[in-house]
């Protein structure tokens, strides 16, 4: 059983930056890729970043890619969402998840644990 407990949402106007963590507990963390995906009002849950077991290979949706970055400590068991030049159109909630897979994988379906989400908001 792996729990995930997400933190650092919160309201920043555009242009502005966040970073989100994302705790977890359990033994194979280490071993999972993991993953933020975010969902704005009246969408679909979308994926953002992914990151590897080992943190040494990443994958951006192209919405985020050049402005977010994804980091992970395994010692802290903890994995980052480093969001700067936010726009607008980045609100919404985001979520943590753990994979299924230590590769990284932008597919919701690769994923079997997710934290409750945090808020993000960016006003223009």
């Known amino acids: 059983q792996v729990q995930l407990v997400e933190s650092g949402g919160g309201l920043v106007q555009a242009g502005g930056s966040l970073r989100l963590s994302c705790a977890a507990s359990?033994?194979?963390?280490?071993?999972?890729?993991m993953g933020w995906f975010r969902q704005a009002p009246g969408r679909e849950r979308e994926f953002v970043a992914a990151i590897d077991y080992s943190g040494r290979s990443t994958y951006y949706a192209d919405s985020v890619k050049g402005r977010f970055t994804i980091s992970r400590d395994n010692v802290k068991n903890t994995v980052y969402l480093q969001m700067n030049s936010l726009r607008p159109e980045d609100t919404a909630v985001y979520y943590c998840a753990s994979a299924t897979v230590s590769f990284t994988t932008a597919q919701a379906t690769g994923y079997n644990y997710w934290g409750q989400g945090t808020q993000v908001t960016v006003s223009s």
């Open positions: 359990g033994r194979t963390f280490s071993y999972r890729a």
